[in-house]
């Protein structure tokens, strides 16, 4: 930036300037270099030096004496001496001289500034006087010379180099304040720039009769002076009385002087600001679902006995599981009854079986009824994604638990943390987890009276090492409870909500297949829709409806507008239900309906008379033969070009259980004995291990029994097609037939149903 100081102002690039007035320039003088330059080589030191010969020196002069300038230096009225210093300061070229390498010399300051940078010393120059010297290159110095000499003005540029004042940085950090002023602001702390060199503080005299004086009156002013200047007071007095003024001038102007409460005020302050933000640190890192890097404070995985209210008592439908669990619970109660007769405690029981059969349960009871500390962990609880994170929770989980032993852990879904080994080089450290499990549950060191409960679904996928005994001892099954178990279970659940003329043993039969967990879902669905109707208690009809909800889903409010499509639906429902009534082996039908239940527009509804435990041949038949009535109906009222898409399932079904019969059942005699894996249950890759001749005569087989079950549901329809034509029309004017409505049709009689409004 240039400033120009006189009337016509002119900027220059400073670029311009740069041969003439740069700091690093060559040494511009033709004059040998002053005694106070010292060079680091004495060899550079003599050949830099730079000596004026007589003979140039004369012819200079000679030069000089013939020059257009000397008339004009004459009007100075210089001396000779002067006059040829300024002509060899204008004549003097730029750049003779190579620039000195600052890494080899080393240069002590000089007298002046000219010295300094151009090498040129004052005694050279006598006609200068003390002060600040200025250097221009030639062209520039003729400029100046013939300026002052014709009395004509000149503009010259002047750099001012630039510079930032405390009031300029502070009002700088006040518009956009950093990172670290804010944070220091919020913590209230001063920021470092402000007050950063405070003035010297002004004594009391200062203040009373300088500042403070300027602003009272002038009587004030002389008695405030003469009171100060009282010789009779002691020096003591005087000082506070000075004190006293300045201290009593500022609480009038509204300023305060800063004591020791407010010190200890900013003190408090910034403590409260740093334990409140510790205090959400630690509650935010320490929470169970806060933060993937988050804190474990104490032990929080072990359950209080006391908060379980589960005993065995509530566990139905599983007594083989319940039985080997009350001997784990009789060894933790009464260890000595045991080990008098040599008998260790086992290390691990696995409880296996599928979703919602009573696992969890199972281990709730446990720990309701055990009477020693129980911990709890699920097995997606160890792993994070900071590596090492898993085996650290598996060392502090059974360190816990030897510090309270005898005692019992329980990890759920056991099969997300003890799922079989990997050698992926993707994930070298995935086995970590089940290696210290491994090792903590039979490792070198022995856990005494620590026993690990698991529950998995999974049990094809564990970890062989982890079966083995020594670990998981005992495996328990835990299946779908049998008749006499749903009969259990729904005694239980019914024996918590209101209910009344419910018959307990068909919704037995009917719910075959269904969980504990099912069963406890249909019996709270039945519950609610009672409130909604405004009912006082629960009913079959609830429960029934219920069932149908968990199996199909939601019913819609009526059937279908479409006539049409409901005449279809109701002759292929029809047909399902002729087949199965006249079919000897088929199970008992027990309701028939048109209104649409999820994805499908009808359902036929079966209940076994009895808990099957083996399938024969006939049975799977009928079955088949119940399938095939929808679309050989379909056919035989409406014709082979009217059938529709309603079949898809009926088909599906059908052919899955002719493949059974021929791949894996041997009820095929072209087949044979020999069982055939299902090529599409063989993972991610297919390999079919048969040759062609087998797979044709395999399918051959399958629409072989498919063809004859149709054949046969056709039969039956053409035989019976009187009493399939009344049932359709039953079904389109009561939407929903049960199993003593259909044998009344059957028979040819009348049904006392109401019809829907």
């Known amino acids: 930036m240039f400033s120009l100081q006189t009337h016509n102002q002119v900027l220059f690039h400073l670029s311009q300037f740069t041969s003439a007035l740069s ?104 006609y200068l006087k003390d002060g600040p010297l200025s250097f221009f290159s030639a062209n520039l110095s003729r400029r100046i010379v013939h300026s002052l000499l014709l009395d004509t003005p000149f503009v010259l540029g002047i750099q001012v180099r630039g510079f930032k ?99 200890w005020l900013k003190i408090v302050q910034q403590l409260l600001t740093i334990v409140i933000f510790l205090a959400i640190f630690v509650s935010f890192m320490a929470s169970a679902s806060g933060s993937m890097f988050r804190i474990q404070l104490g032990n929080q995985v072990e359950v209080d006995p006391e908060e379980i209210h589960v005993t065995f008592d509530d566990v139905k439908g599983a007594d083989e599981a319940k039985q080997e669990l009350k001997d784990v619970v009789e060894f933790l109660r009464n260890p000595e009854k045991f080990s008098t007769l040599g008998g260790k405690l086992p290390k691990g029981v696995l409880l296996v079986g599928p979703p919602g059969t009573g696992k969890t349960l199972l281990a709730r009871a446990v720990a309701g009824e055990a009477g020693v500390p129980f911990f709890h962990a699920a097995g997606p609880e160890f792993d994070e994604i900071l590596v090492g994170q898993g085996a650290r929770r598996v060392r502090d989980l059974f360190k816990a638990a030897k510090d309270r032993a005898p005692c019992v852990i329980f990890i759920d879904e056991i099969d997300s943390v003890g799922a079989k080994r990997t050698n992926s080089v993707l994930h070298p450290y995935a086995n970590q987890t089940i290696n210290q499990l491994l090792s903590e549950m039979d490792g070198f060191h022995q856990n005494e009276g620590v026993i690990v409960l698991g529950a998995t679904n999974r049990r094809d996928d564990l970890d062989k090492a982890l079966l083995r005994p020594g670990r998981f001892d005992v495996e328990v099954n835990v299946p779908t409870p049998d008749y006499t178990g749903r009969k259990e279970i729904l005694d239980l659940y019914l024996g918590r ?92 039908l027990h309701k028939v309906t048109i209104i649409p239940r999820g994805p499908s527009l009808g359902h036929t509804a079966y209940i076994p008379e009895k808990e099957r435990y083996h399938v024969t041949k006939a049975q799977l038949l009928a079955m088949m033969d119940t399938m095939m009535g929808g679309r050989a109906a379909e056919e035989l009222v409406f014709g082979p070009d009217r059938i529709t898409s309603g079949a898809s399932s009926d088909l599906k079904q059908a052919t899955s259980i002719a493949t059974h019969m021929v791949r894996e059942w041997g009820m095929s005699e072209r087949v044979g004995l020999r069982t055939h894996a299902d090529p599409s249950n063989a993972g991610f890759v297919a390999v079919n291990d048969l040759s062609p001749g087998t797979t044709d005569v395999i399918d051959s087989e399958i629409k072989r029994l498919l063809s004859e079950s149709y054949e046969r549901a056709k039969t039956i329809l053409r035989t019976h097609q009187k009493e399939h034509k009344m049932l359709a029309e039953a079904l389109l004017k009561y939407e929903t037939l049960d199993a003593d409505d259909i044998r009344a049709i059957m028979k040819g009689k009348e049904t006392d149903k109401t019809q829907p409004v």
């Open 23 to 126: 700091s690093r320039g060559p040494n511009l003088s033709p004059l040998s270099v002053g005694p106070k330059s010292r060079s680091l080589n004495p060899r550079k030191q003599k050949k830099d030096d730079v000596n004026i010969c007589i003979d140039s020196f004369n012819e200079a002069l000679r030069n000089f004496s013939d020059s257009a300038f000397c008339d004009e230096l004459n009007k100075l009225k210089l001396t000779v001496p002067e006059k040829l210093s300024m002509y060899l300061v204008l004549s003097q070229p730029i750049s003779r001289y190579k620039v000195s390498w600052k890494w080899r010399e080393s240069y002590v300051s000089g007298d002046s500034f000219l010295e300094n940078k151009q090498g040129l010393q004052r005694r050279n120059l006598p």
């Open 165 to 263: 004042t405390e009031r300029n940085v502070l009002a700088e950090q006040a518009r956009n304040p950093s990172l670290v002023v804010r944070l220091r602001k919020l913590l209230g702390f001063q920021s470092p720039l402000v007050n950063s060199t405070p003035p010297a503080p002004a004594s009391a005299e200062a203040v009373a009769v300088g500042h403070i004086s300027s602003s009272l009156p002038g009587g004030d002013v002389e008695r405030l002076k003469g009171i100060v200047a009282d010789e009779s007071l002691n020096p003591e007095e005087q000082q506070r009385m000075k004190v006293a003024f300045a201290e009593g001038y500022l609480a009038g102007s509204g300023q305060r002087v800063p004591g020791r409460t407010m010190k």
């Open 497 to 588: 909500v209101l209910s009344k003329d419910v018959d307990v043993e068909m919704l037995a039969r009917g719910t075959t297949g269904f969980t504990g967990a099912d069963l406890e879902n249909m019996v709270n669905q039945a519950a609610l829709r009672a409130a909604i109707d405004g009912a006082d208690s629960v009913t079959m009809k609830h429960l029934e409806n219920a069932r149908d909800k968990v199996l199909m889903g939601p019913e819609r409010k009526s059937r279908i507008p479409d006539e049409e499509a409901n005449t279809i639906t109701a002759y292929h429902e029809g047909g399902h239900a002729v087949v199965a009534y006249y079919t000897k082996d088929s199970h008992p």
